[in-house]
């Protein structure tokens, strides 16, 4: 019995055999290295069959787990009960308990999408606050079977067919090979209550329809050992995933053009890789972009690979979660979407320096001495400006449309075509400083200095104009 194995789990003359569930998670925390040496463990706790077991089953293998439960209040008084239940149970097990209560709201309409939402932002809350480094979820065999029949459903690729993987960053899964009847059979012998959550039982939702119908159904019909198959198909499957995905981020990795701010590749290097390759490391990119690639439909990612043919510079795609995919000329470009910069307009003395803080830039105007080369430009972050065409000071500002520019050595023209000749994405042109006198283009950063501003053998006065 579970009692009795608790009582004499510490003592250091007594070691009781572990329980049949207990020894299955062992083996489980091991093949997928789960826990190492050191490591804090928070348990998140429903109060349901699945997560008092994994709780009973870490005491009994020696580990002391923190409790986390969240309390989302949509069944009114049953969510209080389940609170007060693993609030009662952390404590009969002296472990610490860690809880909150919320108003959750659908995400779109989802409110399953919601939930886990706000057990992910409190899980990480409780990690960084109480130091924990691992977050334990109780998602079982039978969840990953399900979760693998709803995806495959709903027309997911390999990738969203193994989700729910053992290990996932600090969150993991120790009875992701355990079924519901060895739970079941556990609490049984250990006399163990537990929640049982009156939603579980509603087949309005998706999951309970294949876990109470569907599922039962299928054995009865095609396949008495369903369950164990698709675990192993899962586990095939999985392995291959991680193989695939390795290549993926090797590939890409390999192939990164450095960015402020975004991800980049050669488009036509993508382009030309098997087209598995390049649906995944377009997939690889959004991460490194940043997103959880929640809601990347497979049409989504048809349409960036979309952007990689001929004559696509400039096209775009939006990406939900705030994420744009943009084609600039060689490049395939991957990027949040941030709040667009305020136009900006600043007013440099001469001599002076100013600071523009939209841009994170300090631009300084001086007087060049008698000793100085006045040449038009030394780097492209100085220039030397005739200062007799000058008045007391420029201004710094953003690019207009309209605006004209007759650099040294280039043919005048529109700034707009001087910026497409020169390759500077879309998305950074309405960031660029723009330097004028009075409504004429004096300099545009990291191009030459406009030709009726050059220095030449009559100037007077040589003003630099550099970029700190």
């Excluded at 000749?421 to 004096?442: A, G």
Aim: with cysteine; hydrophobic share 40%.
């Amino acid at each position: 019995m579970l009692a009795k194995s608790k009582q004499y789990a510490h003592n250091s003359t007594m070691t009781l055999p572990l329980s049949d569930l207990a020894s299955h998670t062992s083996e489980t925390l091991a093949k997928y290295r789960m826990l190492e040496s050191g490591d804090r463990v928070l348990v998140g706790v429903s109060g349901g069959a699945d997560s008092v077991s994994l709780l009973l089953v870490l005491k009994e293998l020696g580990y002391e787990p923190g409790v986390a439960h969240l309390n989302h209040g949509l069944r009114g008084t049953e969510s209080d009960e389940d609170e007060r239940f693993v609030s009662d149970l952390a404590s009969g097990l002296g472990l610490p308990f860690f809880s909150r209560r919320i108003t959750i709201r659908p995400v779109d309409g989802n409110l399953e999408a919601a939930g886990r939402a706000a057990r992910k932002e409190f899980f990480a809350s409780v990690c960084k606050s109480e130091g924990f480094q691992k977050v334990a979820i109780a998602h079982t065999r039978d969840d990953r079977i399900e979760t693998f029949l709803l995806h495959l459903l709903r027309g997911a690729g390999v990738e969203g067919i193994v989700s729910m993987n053992p290990v996932s960053s600090n969150v993991v899964r120790p009875l992701i090979e355990t079924s519901h009847e060895e739970i079941q059979r556990f609490l049984a012998d250990s006399a163990q209550p537990w929640r049982v959550d009156s939603s579980n039982l509603d087949l309005a939702f998706a999951r309970n329809r294949l876990r109470h119908d569907v599922i039962p159904q299928l054995e009865r019909l095609f396949n008495p050992k369903l369950r164990e198959a698709i675990s192993r198909t899962t586990e095939l499957l999985q392995s291959e995933d991680a193989w695939m995905q390795e290549i993926s981020s090797n590939w890409v990795a390999d192939n990164l053009i450095p960015s402020k701010g975004a991800v980049s590749v050669n488009a036509a290097a993508l382009r030309d890789t098997p087209v598995a390759l390049c649906r995944r490391a377009i997939r690889t990119l959004l991460r490194q972009a940043g997103s959880d690639l929640h809601d990347i439909t497979f049409d989504r990612i048809e349409a960036v690979r979309g952007l990689l043919e001929d004559g696509k510079s400039g096209k775009t795609v939006q990406i939900p979660g705030r994420f744009v995919a943009e084609r600039n000329f060689e490049q395939l470009t991957v990027r949040q979407l941030l709040e667009e910069s305020h136009e900006f307009d600043y007013v440099l003395p001469t001599p002076g320096t100013v600071h523009i803080p939209e841009l994170e830039m300090t631009f300084r105007a001086g007087i060049a001495d008698g000793t100085m080369v006045t040449h038009t430009s030394d780097s492209g972050k100085r220039v030397f400006v005739d200062g007799g065409r000058l008045g007391a000071c420029v201004k710094i500002r953003a690019w207009k449309p309209g605006d004209y520019y007759k650099p040294v050595g280039w043919p005048g023209g529109k700034l707009k075509k001087f910026f497409q000749r020169t390759r500077i994405p879309r998305n950074q042109r309405s960031r660029w400083p723009v330097i004028v006198s009075e409504s004429t283009v004096v300099w545009v950063a990291s191009f030459p200095v406009s030709r009726e501003f050059a220095p030449n053998g009559r100037s007077q006065k040589i003003v630099t104009l550099e970029v700190l």
